[in-house]
């Protein structure tokens, strides 16, 4: 039973900063790549950042770029998300989520096998 399980969300005010890690646990698979993308109210789930475990390639969203890094600790099997410079149409709820094929694309949501349940970024003005 894969679970993923994310941490470090919480309310900052615009500006500040927050990081997120992931801790996958109990399973086999290999992982092809890991990523993080987040819903908020009313929306759809965009993707935030992904990446790959193989060469560690990185892969950012527009408008996150130059904002946020990706990074994986390999040896605390623990992917993480920096966020610096949050805006308020930052806020939303983030979630991890982890591929276990070469299928698809690093930014669509269907090519991953497996999600946590997210946590909650809400940034104020």
């Known amino acids: 039973h894969v679970q993923l399980v994310e941490s470090g969300g919480g309310s900052v005010t615009a500006g500040g900063s927050l990081r997120l890690s992931c801790s996958p646990s109990?399973?086999?698979?290999?992982?092809?790549?890991m990523g993080w993308f987040r819903q908020a109210p009313g929306m759809e789930r965009e993707a935030v950042a992904a990446?790959?475990?193989?060469?560690?390639?990185?892969h950012y969203a527009p408008p996150v770029k130059g904002w946020f890094t990706i990074s994986r600790d390999n040896g605390k099997n623990t992917l993480y998300l920096q966020m610096n410079s949050l805006k308020p149409e930052d806020t939303a709820r983030y979630f991890c989520a982890l591929k276990t094929t070469s299928n698809g694309t690093w930014f669509d949501a269907r090519a991953y096998n497996f999600w946590g349940q997210g946590t909650q970024v809400t940034v104020s003005s």
């Open positions: 990446i790959y475990t193989g060469p560690g390639r990185t």
């Open positions: 109990g399973y086999g698979h290999i992982t092809k790549c």
